[in-house]
């Protein structure tokens, strides 16, 4: 038999197994030196980190030479294909278009249905006329965003920001101050001293809701026991809640008082958790299902959930809470304090009654709605 | 004759089995993660939550490095109120405890450990560190690492979650570019951590505390009993005793920080060996307790299985070479069609080095290391290289009359840094916002 056929097909099959790797060495040899992953080091997250980053280019590009004086004193600057419209005050009649940065030094008004296609930088005050779309704006001092704007980005201000009802602020919206949420209003997340959709100017008075209630302990810190509530036959299982650290606890099962309980220690509920009204938790909270926080109640630790989590009218958290699903607060909800920051994040739908505040941010996966009547 | 056929077909048969399961579960981890699915994402909740901190890097022999490392971590934005770094100087031959003693009297928030004698390695040297750690987190950071300025944020935001006792950060090979190898296993981590480790986590399965870039509850340590000073790997330890007892491991996938990749075979030959050998104590000291464990799920005991016994598989596939090797020289019918089915799925995990092409591949792209993918053929020789220093590893292990391994004294990869005594930055690519950041008196980074 000829070996012919035999050396042929190995040449043949040399060839395909060296084609195989020849695209990898060559690759090797192109990225042969290089970094990987570009990982900065000197990063320092900051929630207003979209405006802080373009006040600091603007900053920068305000100083590039200037190729034309309008006849109202505007200024304009080309910065490759962009151009850059510095201006004083200025007002904007309705649908009015833009696509160019505006640097505007003073307040800054337009009037219904405009479209500002680039970034805007206010010095003063903003006025954003109902219907109007943006694409972000950093002002300096107050934004007040009329019904049904939206902005595809990103929103901050110093001052205080109102966001009119149907708005929508597609990523972030940031303030040093306040933010004010209308019915219909919707946000990536808001992070502020103050979130709010309190229609009313300063602070609600946060009523103290430790009132002298009978409240279950758990765990009970008279020894294991059991205890019945006759009319509903509901019951906390000392059978299922098992120790799991010096200061955390399982219960294995829905976690469904009856009364008013008092959840002394870090609790992980493998199940769904009703805290009923008037309850207290003082440390972390966990469930594997749904928590349900009745009106009232006060959560002092975190709040994690893998599904939904809802706090009932007047309740509130002052720590962490986070949930794989949809979020909702209640009427009259306070989360944190002055100076005391918490965060509230949904990986679903993050949604705020009436009389929310929330002292720091309010984030979601989706987006955060104002959702009122429900 | 008839005998040893039988044997070698049991024997590919179970091999095709073991690494067709394999497959399927890296397969799936890899569509999970393509779809981008995260719903136990805490990044949102970074910086809202400063529980008391204590930060502990051991080291033995580590002067290239140590001024990086701690200068990184004095760097960082957390509240100095709330933080301490103990810096561990395990008798150390060369500058190394010189240099602690320098920070130490620096900064306040330093703390220099000296040994000088007992139980050698990491795991003893964490323990005794450990009971001097007064944080409720103890972070633990290896000292060729470079942390980034947010990364304690980063690292202690899911610990607001109570079930969580100890979390996991990502590891990111800085030379990757300095040789092939380490470009191969700079794909290989990438896999592992942005695919492997971030699916387990999102699957509520096994993600694994890696022992450094990482934390863990210290009322939880001591809950479980501390670190496991016997064993060479005692973060894998440490991580399935945690499980058992019905703590959670979380993974954060942005809390990455720069590592130095082994750029020899030989270096990388002596780690792999290591972890091997370690991995194998851990699966033949737990596995009966793992399958056991009250706390856990059916899904989370079989992953940890696999987790636990990936370092056999090496042997498994030799094993079934030869078995093959055997079948193909005897005159023995096959059957064509469990061949036909069982090829391509031992083919797609054998280029893998236990993680499917598919793995690698979504993995760079999750990156946007496009180029990289290119490498992928290339890693066979990073698989044949594994396999053989694997095998070579638990032939030791299971026949060398050493059981278990006893003390150790401290493995440590070659540092491939220059000691200059600068501190470790990439320069060119420093966020211009980070630069108008003042440092306040207690540590935090604030606005001009």
């Given amino acids: ?374 | 004759m008839t005998y040893l056929i039988l044997a070698c077909k049991v024997c590919l048969g179970f091999t095709i089995v073991v690494l067709t399961v394999y497959a399927i579960r890296h397969y799936l981890f890899a569509l999970y993660r393509i779809s981008l699915r995260n719903s136990q994402d805490m990044m949102e909740l970074v910086g809202f939550t400063t529980p008391s901190v204590s930060v502990l890097v051991p080291m033995h022999n580590e002067e290239k490095v140590a001024a990086h490392v701690l200068q990184a971590l004095v760097d960082c934005d957390y509240d100095w109120n709330r933080l301490e770094i103990l810096a561990i100087d395990d008798r150390s031959e060369d500058r190394t405890g010189e240099i602690i003693d320098q920070f130490a009297a620096k900064y306040p928030i330093i703390k220099a450990i000296h040994r000088s004698k007992g139980v050698g390695g990491k795991g003893a040297a964490l323990r005794i560190a450990s009971a001097q750690a007064s944080g409720e987190i103890l972070l633990l950071f290896d000292a060729d690492y470079v942390p980034g300025r947010s990364m304690i944020k980063f690292l202690i935001a899911p610990f607001c979650d109570p079930e969580v006792g100890a979390v996991m950060g990502r590891v990111v090979p800085d030379n990757g570019g300095a040789s092939l190898l380490a470009g191969l296993l700079e794909l290989e981590r990438s896999a592992g951590y942005q695919v492997g480790q971030q699916a387990r986590f999102n699957l509520n399965l096994t993600p694994q505390f890696g022992g450094t870039v990482g934390g863990v509850r210290a009322s939880v340590l001591k809950a479980v009993g501390g670190w496991n000073a016997e064993s060479l790997t005692e973060d894998t330890d440490l991580t399935f005793r945690l499980l058992m007892q019905g703590w959670k491991v979380a993974y954060v996938n942005r809390a990455e920080c720069y590592e130095e990749a082994p750029e020899t075979w030989e270096v990388r030959s002596r780690q792999i060996r290591r972890w091997a050998i370690g991995h194998t104590e851990c699966f033949h000291d737990l596995w009966k307790a793992w399958l056991k464990g009250r706390f856990l799920s059916t899904a989370e005991r079989i992953d940890g299985l696999f987790v636990l016994a990936c370092y056999l598989t090496a042997p498994v596939l030799v094993l079934g070479w030869l078995a093959s090797l055997v079948l193909f020289f005897t005159p023995q019918a096959h059957s064509t069609a469990l061949f036909l089915v069982a090829l391509p799925f031992v083919g797609y995990q054998l280029f893998g080095n236990q993680a499917t092409f598919l793995e690698l591949g979504s993995a760079a792209l999750l990156d946007c290391n496009r180029r990289r993918i290119r490498l992928l053929p290339l890693s066979l020789l990073n698989f044949f290289a594994s396999t053989g220093a694997i095998c070579q590893a638990l032939f030791n292990f299971y026949f060398g009359g050493i059981f278990r391994s006893g003390p150790h004294h401290w493995h440590k990869t070659v540092r491939y840094r220059d000691a200059d005594g600068s501190v470790y930055r990439t320069g060119e690519n420093a966020d211009s916002v980070s630069k108008l950041l003042v440092r306040s008196p207690n540590g935090l980074y604030l606005s001009r």
């Fill in chain 1, 1 to 374: 038999m000829a070996a012919w056929p035999f050396v042929l097909f190995s040449i043949v099959f040399a060839a395909l197994v060296c084609a195989h790797f020849l695209p990898s060495y060559r690759a090797w040899l192109s990225t042969c030196g290089e970094h990987p992953a570009d990982i900065d080091p000197d990063y320092v997250r900051m929630e207003d980190y979209f405006a802080r980053s373009f006040r600091l280019k603007m900053s920068e590009w305000r100083k590039l030479p200037v190729y034309e004086t309008l006849p109202d004193g505007t200024l304009m600057i080309r910065k490759g294909d962009e151009r850059i419209r510095v201006s004083g005050p200025c007002e904007y009649p309705a649908r009015s278009e833009s696509d160019d940065i505006l640097a505007v030094e003073g307040d800054f008004r337009c009037g219904t249905d405009c479209a500002f296609n680039r970034e805007i930088h206010v010095r003063g005050n903003a006025f954003i006329g109902p219907g109007t779309r943006l694409q972000s704006i950093a002002v300096d001092g107050n934004l007040q965003l009329g019904d049904r704007v939206m902005v595809t980005r990103w929103a901050d201000s110093a001052g205080e920001m109102e966001l009119g009802s149907d708005s929508v602020v597609r990523a972030r919206a940031t303030s040093g101050a306040l933010i004010r949420l209308r019915r219909g209003a919707k946000v990536g997340s808001a992070f502020a001293p103050v979130v709010t959709t309190s229609t009313r100017d300063g602070e609600d008075e946060v009523i103290s809701t430790e009132a002298a209630f009978d409240r279950l302990e758990i765990p009970a810190s008279d020894g294991v026991r059991s205890r019945i509530d006759a009319g509903r036959q509901r019951r906390i299982d000392p059978k299922k809640l098992h120790r799991l650290g010096a200061d955390s606890w399982i219960y294995r099962g829905d976690l469904n008082a009856a009364a008013p309980v008092r959840v002394k220690t870090r609790l992980v509920v493998w199940g769904d958790l009703v805290l009923p009204a008037g309850s207290i938790a003082e440390e972390d909270l966990k469930a594997r299902g749904r928590i349900s926080v009745a009106q009232d109640s006060v959560c002092r630790g975190s709040v994690v959930a893998d599904k939904e989590i809802s706090f009932g009218p007047s309740s509130r958290f002052q720590g962490i809470v986070h949930t794989g699903r949809t979020l909702r607060l209640g009427p009259g909800v306070v989360g944190g304090a002055r100076g005391r920051k918490v965060a509230a994040y949904s990986a679903g739908i993050l949604e705020l009654a009436e009389n929310v505040t929330v002292y720091g941010k309010v984030a979601s996966g989706e987006h955060v709605a104002v959702v009122t009547g429900k």
